[in-house]
């Protein structure tokens, strides 16, 4: 995996927030997968949280998830049930003093190393807020399949969940992008070195509609370890 500075992560990230709106879609996904007149597809819906910093996210370099959350049970969280470990994420307000109610995912966008959007999906314009999105990203490490973490809403919390015999927990001296954030990490439950894996596949479905399926990010022009998957949520 190709490596990224710090200074330049940071000058990538800065620049990819600010041009989120401008950037041209290689993929559009659409909840009724109708093809839209130009006119339509030219002006999506952008609601003024769309234009804030990301409440949650999905980055690689292993792979880290971060969300604009005061949680700080992620020791203690993640009850096990049917093979699986669920973590409750309850993101912050908005800006503009919006809480979380009743959430659901209403946009998402995945950004490559390069900065450039590889995929915009703008749930909020469906009218369809009620059925679920689940996000999947899956990992490898050193060839070798390391499991998936999953993502969706239920009422007022993200939940994340991820096998088993893996966690989502904090590693030391890794600090979160700014102080409002947490920041935790896929790992493995014990050993040496138990984040080392590759974010390399990324599935995300509506109910039973397929939006994205990308079972190789590896083979993306821009793949690096500062692709990522941003998504915003609002009550319905």
């Known amino acids: ?37 130009p006119s339509q597809k030219a002006k999506p819906k952008f609601l003024s949280e769309h234009n804030t910093p990301p409440p949650g996210d999905l980055m690689g370099g292993s792979l880290v998830f971060e969300a604009y959350t005061a949680k700080n049970d992620w020791d203690t969280d993640g009850g096990a049930s049917g093979g699986r470990r669920k973590w409750s994420v309850k993101p912050l307000p908005y800006g503009n003093g919006t809480s979380p109610a009743n959430i659901y995912l209403a946009h998402l966008k995945l950004i490559d190393g390069a900065g450039e959007m590889l995929f915009h999906f703008d749930n909020d314009s469906t009218g369809d807020h009620a059925t679920p999105i689940r996000i999947t990203a899956t990992l490898e490490k050193l060839g070798m399949p390391f499991g998936d973490l999953q993502i969706t809403t239920a009422g007022n919390h993200f939940e994340v969940d991820v096998p088993d015999t893996k966690r989502i927990k904090k590693k030391a001296n890794d ?12 790992m493995h439950e014990t050993g040496a070195n138990p984040d080392e894996c590759d974010w390399v596949g990324l599935k995300i479905m509506k109910g039973a509609v397929e939006l994205l399926n990308i079972p190789n990010l590896t083979a993306l022009p821009g793949y690096d370890e500062s692709m990522r998957l941003l998504f915003w949520w609002e009550n319905i």
């Open 1 to 37: 995996m190709k490596k990224t500075s710090r200074r330049t992560f940071g000058r990538q990230l800065g620049t990819a927030i600010a041009a989120l709106p401008l950037v041209p879609a290689i993929v559009e996904a659409r909840d009724d997968q109708k093809p839209m007149p």
């Open 175 to 186: 600090p979160p992008s700014n102080k409002l954030r947490q920041r935790v990490r896929y």
